[in-house]
């Protein structure tokens, strides 16, 4: 008897380097793939063009243990998700630099199945700079309140400025300070 080699589509093929990553991938989309030999990798990339948080899903066959890798502009590894069998995998990362950011998908000890797809799913959110607001003071002066960062935790050090426009001569008069988030 004659056997039949079994195939392997994949739709994003090739893409088994950084420099093949299928891409730039759509943030909010969804994308389905095959891990197809011992030796098959995935790669895409996406382009970050401002601060945000790069958010990946991996969900993987029932029956497979594939890894998750994030690498940078200079593909260092950067983040990476390495759960069990059948576990989906997730990545979040805070990403301060724009570019390219490339995403591996590979299975753990050469893990592969070339009948059930991977799903990737990849979102970007973007941080957000809170815009000051004016408000009105008594006697025609205006103030605005500044703050150095748009996202504080604890013990954070954050800038505050506070400007205040005389609306009848047009001059104005800043006050900065520091203080630290407790």
């Known amino acids: ?11 994003y093929e090739p893409n088994n380097s950084a420099s093949e990553a299928y891409g730039p991938l759509s943030s909010g989309s969804s994308y389905s793939g095959k891990i197809c030999s011992d030796s098959d990798v995935d790669w ?48 979040n990362y805070d990403a301060a630099s724009t570019g390219n950011y490339y995403i591996k998908i590979y299975g753990f000890s050469g893990a592969s199945n070339t009948t059930s797809s991977y799903s990737l799913t990849y979102t970007f959110t973007s941080k957000t700079t809170p815009t000051p607001t004016t408000t009105p003071t008594a006697g025609g002066h205006t103030a605005v309140l500044s703050v150095s960062k748009s996202e504080v935790s604890l013990n954070d050090s954050v800038v505050i400025t506070v400007w205040d426009w005389d609306l009848n001569t047009s ?12």
């Open 44 to 91: 895409f990339k996406v382009n970050i063009t401002s601060e945000g948080t790069i958010s990946l899903s991996l969900t993987v066959p029932s029956s497979n243990d594939y890894e998750l890798d994030l690498y940078d502009a200079s593909y260092a590894k950067i983040a990476s998700s390495t759960n069990g069998s059948g576990v989906s995998e997730s990545i």
């Open 171 to 182: 001059s104005s008069i800043a006050d900065t300070g520091s203080a630290r988030i407790k």
């Open 1 to 11: 008897p004659t056997t039949t080699p079994t195939t392997c589509t994949d739709s």
